[in-house]
């Protein structure tokens, strides 16, 4: 039992995994995936946007989130 639960742990509970995974195999977007799973990226990305307040720019290619 977690006495106490981050914020952030907060919100990833309100996301539904099981339809994460539905989605990634329905567009099959994991078949070239090599070190990150899609649930992962999608964790990594969504801190990127909560720990910042100017969130992640893919515009720029892969190079632009570093540091979040």
């Given at each position: 039992?977690?006495?106490?639960?981050?914020?952030?742990?907060?919100l990833?509970?309100?996301?539904d995994?099981?339809?994460?995974?539905?989605?990634?195999?329905?567009?099959?977007?994991?078949?070239f995936?090599k070190?990150?799973?899609?649930?992962e990226?999608?964790?990594?990305v969504?801190?990127?946007?909560?720990?910042?307040d100017?969130?992640?720019?893919h515009s720029?290619?892969?190079?632009?989130?570093?540091g979040?």
């Open positions: 039992m977690i006495k106490h639960a981050s914020l952030f742990s907060q990833i509970a309100l996301i995994r099981k339809k994460i995974h539905e989605l990634v195999y329905h567009h099959q977007s994991e078949r995936a070190k990150f799973n899609s649930w990226h999608f964790v990594a969504l801190f990127c946007q909560v720990a910042t100017r969130g992640v720019d720029r290619g892969p190079g632009a989130a570093r979040c």
